[in-house]
């Protein structure tokens, strides 16, 4: 009999509507290695507590969990709630011989709970360092007294996990700093925990290039240097000093920005734009569907990432890395990224601090300027190293992990 894994996550979208394909690429791979996959996520919609739905081969349970707008308590509590749900009704589902949870600390700690309930082995993934996230960020004081609380939960995360994969390097590190390694005093054995980034379907990136190009007469003008920028525009994006570069670069027509995305900042820099006349700049949809996002990135002339200094202290898993590493094209990114910085070891491109909009400027200048054969070499450079963050790489590696289990 097959042996049967429960990948949970709050955020995971079900195929035709995914953002971050990873959960569904890697069941993809579990099942095609003789495993029984179900992957649980919340929903908003629908009156029924859980709602079961088959999608071609893919099983997933929707979690009815409460609305919320914005990145505030409301977010948490629905986040607490989902876990709470799933964990109040484990008996209803079949039982799993392995959780994979993507883990909210403390938020979801509910589900650690519940493998543990129902014997099974447990798999903490982390994406982001919650909550030492909201501490970099300054959104609380490490000194909090609900901080100290949240910290110890989290530790119980991986004390309780077979194994522990992060998707951003830096954290080995921190768990020592934590003192939560065995060899600082605490429980981890790091032969436990591994380092899996996120990643990219090269195939399924290709064919998109093909199937889903698009009538964009900006994208399709052969003549512009084209800059795009495809992501959130919240606090942690710092999208301002990118509109702000590009309008120092106002003086070269053949300059052109193009930001994808959502979030609390774009209608502010929206109008920043049009208060300042920077006409180099356009804001696209706000929204694509991913299978259109492999096209818009392959145009490009350089693609980037952009961030709040203090964000990649611990690395960068941020999903539109890899879409630009399949594109093929330059990147640039405003941060110092501490560990696995893919981008600088590789000479893909630029990463490093830019604090200011001159900055900014110059490297894009910089970037865009070298002579061809050096523009074209480094191109190919981006896509080469892209392969070592497909999806079928990946899910072997974390197939390896579960069969040690």
Not at 177 to 183: A, F, G, N, V
Not at 227 to 234: D, F, M, R
Not at 238 to 256: F, M, S
Request: neutral net charge; charged residues 25%.
């Amino acid at each position: 009999m097959s042996k049967t894994i429960w990948i949970v996550n709050y955020y995971t979208s079900p195929p035709s509507m995914l953002s971050n394909p990873r959960y569904v690429k890697l069941a993809y791979h579990f099942m095609k290695a003789g495993y029984k996959v179900i992957t649980f996520n919340h929903t908003f919609e629908g009156e029924d507590t859980f709602r079961r739905v088959q999608y071609g081969e893919f099983d997933f349970v929707h979690v009815k969990s409460p609305f919320y707008e914005g990145n505030g308590i409301k977010r948490m509590y629905s986040i607490w709630r989902f876990a709470r749900t799933l964990y109040s009704n484990r008996t209803k589902f079949e039982k799993p011989d392995i959780v994979l949870q993507n883990i909210h600390p403390p938020f979801d700690y509910p589900i650690v709970k519940m493998s543990k309930k129902l014997g099974a082995k447990y798999i903490a993934e982390a994406w982001d360092l919650w909550p030492e996230d909201f501490v970099v960020f300054g959104l609380v004081s490490r000194n909090n007294p609900a901080m100290k609380i949240a910290y110890q939960i989290e530790k119980k995360y991986y004390y309780a996990a077979d194994e522990i994969i992060f998707t951003f390097k830096g954290a080995f590190d921190y768990l020592k700093r934590k003192r939560w390694t065995i060899e600082t005093g605490g429980k981890i054995d790091m032969k436990h925990v591994h380092y899996i980034n996120n990643g990219v379907d090269l195939e399924q990136f290709d064919k998109d290039v093909i199937e889903h190009s698009r009538k964009d007469a900006d994208l399709n003008d052969p003549n512009i240097c084209k800059i795009i920028y495809l992501g959130s525009i919240n606090l942690a994006n710092n999208v301002q000093t990118l509109v702000d570069a590009a309008k120092l670069l106002l003086d070269n027509p053949k300059y052109c920005f193009y930001l994808y995305g959502d979030g609390a900042y774009r209608e502010s820099l929206m109008q920043k734009v049009k208060e300042e006349n920077i006409f180099n700049v356009v804001f696209k949809e706000k929204r694509i569907p991913l299978e259109e996002c492999a096209w818009v990135v392959s145009q490009a002339t350089i693609n980037v990432m952009n961030y709040a200094q203090g964000f990649g202290h611990m690395g960068v898993s941020s999903g539109k890395m890899f879409q630009y590493l399949a594109a093929g094209k330059p990147i640039i990114c405003n941060i110092d990224i501490k560990y696995d910085d893919v981008i600088t070891e590789n000479h893909l491109g630029i990463a490093r601090s830019l604090l200011t909009a001159e900055e900014f400027s110059s490297e894009i200048r910089k970037l865009a300027e070298q002579p061809k054969e050096e523009y074209d070499a480094m191109c190919s450079r981006v896509r080469e190293v892209a392969k070592q963050f497909d999806y079928k790489v990946l899910a072997e590696k974390e197939l390896n992990i579960i069969k040690s289990l």
